[in-house]
């Protein structure tokens, strides 16, 4: 008689958790690849709300957060990273730059890597806890891109909400650093993109022309 072992992956229900935790972050970036999928050619250079930057700065600085990202999944810890020109990492054709840094980060984050210890704008943390709330980032810079290239950005009202707490923690932190201008008030009954929007010192009824 044979005996069939059945043999359980121990890597299954990790993976699992990896994608749980990443969920929020893969939908954010979904939106954003959304955008610059419908930037038109000559809009690029376009101002964005983000004062200095054009619409091709915008997205170079988000493809350098995944690149970012990546090194320290994979161990390597780069301080001061971001380039004078953000712009340049779109290169000739920003929506393959993009995929092909979204698609090397998201290779690069295995639970090993989600677990790893690493500094971020709320110290050192697991990556994987950094990664839950940096989904506010890029629902921002996708309003920012959006606005700077005539687009209407279509955000997910739950990543939204969920980005409010994170977004009020980190933009205190930045604006002690001065990477973050001042909060904005906001009326009474405000929804939540407002109050993003507002963190970050913007209004969402801003609306760029080039």
């Not at 780069?78 to 290169?91: D, K, L, M, R």
């Not at 929506?95 to 210890?117: S, V």
């Not at 687009?151 to 739950?158: H, I, K, R």
């Not at 002690?176 to 008030?185: H, T």
């Amino acid at each position: 008689m044979h005996i069939h072992r059945v043999v359980k992956s121990k890597r299954l229900p990790e993976r699992m958790l990896a994608d749980v935790a990443l969920d929020g972050l893969v939908r954010a970036l979904d939106g954003f690849e959304a955008v610059i999928a419908g930037v038109a050619p000559d809009r690029w250079r376009s101002p964005s709300p983000c004062a200095g930057w054009s619409g091709a700065d915008v997205a170079g600085h988000a493809i350098g957060n995944l690149r970012g990202t990546e090194a320290l999944a994979r161990g390597r810890y780069e301080e001061n990273a971001e380039t004078e020109h953000p712009g340049s990492a779109i290169g000739d054709d920003p929506l393959a730059a993009w995929r092909a840094a979204r698609a090397d980060m998201m290779a690069a984050l295995d639970p090993d890597a989600l677990a790893r210890l690493v500094p971020g704008p709320w110290g050192w943390m697991p990556l994987g806890e950094i990664l839950e709330r940096s989904a506010m980032e890029f629902l921002v810079h996708t309003w920012d891109l959006a606005q700077a290239t005539g687009q209407v950005a279509v955000l997910d009202p739950g990543l939204v909400r969920d980005a409010l707490g994170p977004a009020r923690q980190f933009a205190r932190l930045a604006r002690s650093s001065g990477l973050v201008g001042p909060e904005r008030a906001v009326p009474e009954g405000a929804d939540d993109l407002t109050r993003l929007l507002a963190i970050f010192g913007r209004r969402s009824t801003d609306s760029l022309r080039s």
